[in-house]
């Protein structure tokens, strides 16, 4: 029954493919995220969902192509991996936008060789 | 837009002593200020977060302080245990629902309790 939920958890693969990450909440909030940590452990928003509208989109090269289904799902589709990509990429939601408690998935491993 | 300074990025204290980490944001409109603690492999959790109208908050040994007019804002851990530690980060938003609102991260700090 874990919170918010993102699958795969580790995803090996090759330069150029293209991959998907999921990602669930069922605590009925509104608003969900995607964040990046880079090896050095930096964490940076990457996009943010408002009941399935975007409303956060940090300068991203626009392969990555996040998609809200509805309210409950926030998916990050990447094409053409790069080298570059190789990260933890963190699924958050929380109740609203307005400043609440963001609550963060296990994070999925990303390694591009 | 927002931006968020950590100090220290590394910090070794001695099982039982306490442990300061201090963040400065830029955006005087910030309001909303989270702390959270991401142990290896893990995700980051939410340990103690303040809001702008009070300038400190404790819970049992995390307290967290918050200076507006200059500022900055601090986590005090006492009596630390080896279990706290992990990589710790402070973060500030704006607090409001809007574009502008995002919570940015400071670069975290590694806390190694020693034993």
Redesign the interface.
């Known amino acids: 029954d874990t919170a918010v939920s993102q699958t795969p958890k580790y995803l090996v693969t090759q330069m150029g493919n293209d991959k998907s990450i999921k990602c669930e909440q069922n605590l009925g909030h509104d608003t969900m995220y995607w964040y990046k940590q880079d090896s050095?452990?930096?964490?940076?928003?990457m996009f943010?969902y408002?009941n399935k509208e975007l409303?956060?989109n940090?300068t991203v090269p626009n392969r990555f192509s996040p998609k809200s289904p509805d309210k409950a799902h926030l998916n990050l589709h990447i094409n053409s991996l790069e080298l570059g990509d190789s990260a933890v990429y963190?699924c958050a939601s929380s109740q609203?936008?307005?400043?609440n408690?963001?609550?963060?998935?296990?994070?999925s491993w990303l390694t591009v060789v | 837009g927002e931006n968020v300074e950590q100090h220290p990025s590394t910090l070794s204290v001695q099982e039982g002593d306490s442990a300061v980490i201090k963040c400065t944001y830029s955006d005087s409109a910030s309001n909303y200020f989270p702390w959270y603690k991401q142990e290896l492999g893990k995700r980051p959790q939410l340990i103690i977060d303040i809001r702008s109208n009070v300038g400190e908050k404790k819970d049992q040994r995390i307290a967290v302080t918050l200076n507006k007019t200059a500022k900055h804002f601090s986590l005090h851990i006492t009596e630390t245990q080896p279990e706290d530690s992990a990589v710790y980060f402070c973060a500030a938003s704006l607090g409001y629902g809007g574009a502008t609102n995002k919570l940015i991260f400071g670069t975290g700090t590694l806390l190694a309790v020693q034993p």
Do not use: A
Request: charged residues 30%; glycine residues 14%; hydrophobic residues 35%.
């Open positions: 050095k452990k930096f964490l940076k928003i943010s408002n409303i956060i940090e963190f609203d936008d307005s400043g408690t963001i609550y963060f998935g296990e994070g």
